[in-house]
């Protein structure tokens, strides 16, 4: 018996519908690898985590209300607008840490640089500091955000992330027991302190569109650039 022209159409679909239904149902296990699924900060950071966070940037209820969602405590910030046309920023958050965290100056940041924030504090830097040192990080020292200049402080060329709050440096960290990291001082650190400082690194990746650090240039060489360039969530880290 010659088979039905409609056989292999048939098949096909059955195929593809079974494929479907297979991807749907890996991605309710793994919400943050896949590109459709509403950011949760509840989630691991994954594949996708970077493109939902840019997606943020023209959505600031929802960025909010992610903040809120997770228990994060912040303040809104009034509007700045800056001294050049491409300075300032309407959805500035000012992070007011509990559980004796604090961002020392005060992280003033637009509301994706708070979500990176926040995914990295709990999935990376606390779990890092238990790691190496069984303590927990209780300050995180910056150069601060906000910053109306080019890229590399310069009076021309492209504008950098800080002019629009955008960006945050990271110089370093101190733990529960007294210990104090510092970019510029521990980088080259052989024991545990150059390994928290790399793992910390490599981990901001999974939440920020650009990592810099003294790997990158002399610039970097006292601190972590974290930044949420608008990339459509690729990232660049080094």
């Known amino acids: ?106 992280a003033n940041v637009a509301c994706p640089v708070a979500v990176g924030l926040f995914l990295w504090e709990r999935q990376v830097l606390e779990p890092a500091a238990r790691r190496h040192f069984d303590s927990r990080v209780v300050r995180v020292d910056s150069f601060g955000s906000y910053s109306c200049r080019p890229v590399r402080g310069g009076r021309e060329g492209s504008w950098s992330e800080h002019s629009t709050a955008d960006a945050i440096d990271i110089a370093g960290f101190r733990l529960g027991d007294g210990t104090r990291i510092s970019v510029a001082a521990d980088w080259n650190d052989k024991g545990a302190k150059g390994a928290f400082l790399r793992e910390v690194r490599d981990g901001a990746c999974a939440s920020f569109a650009t990592v810099l650090s003294p790997d990158y240039n002399a610039l970097h060489r006292d601190h972590f650039h974290l930044d949420q360039a608008r990339r459509g969530g690729w990232s660049f880290c080094r």
């Not at 929802?62 to 001294?83: H, Y």
């Not at 509990?98 to 020392?104: A, K, R």
């Open 1 to 106: 018996m010659r088979p039905s022209r409609y056989a292999f159409p048939l098949a096909l679909l059955v195929f593809v519908a079974a494929l479907v239904l297979g991807v749907l149902e890996w991605s309710r296990g793994h919400p943050q690898d896949v590109p459709w699924t509403p950011l949760n900060l509840a989630d691991r950071t994954g594949r996708f985590t970077n493109f939902k966070i840019a997606r943020l940037h023209d959505d600031a209820p929802t960025c909010r209300r992610l903040l809120e969602d997770g228990g994060e405590r912040f303040s809104l910030l009034p509007p700045v607008k800056g001294a050049s046309p491409q300075c300032g920023y309407a959805d500035g958050i000012r992070l007011n840490q509990g559980e004796g965290l604090s961002f020392v100056p005060e």
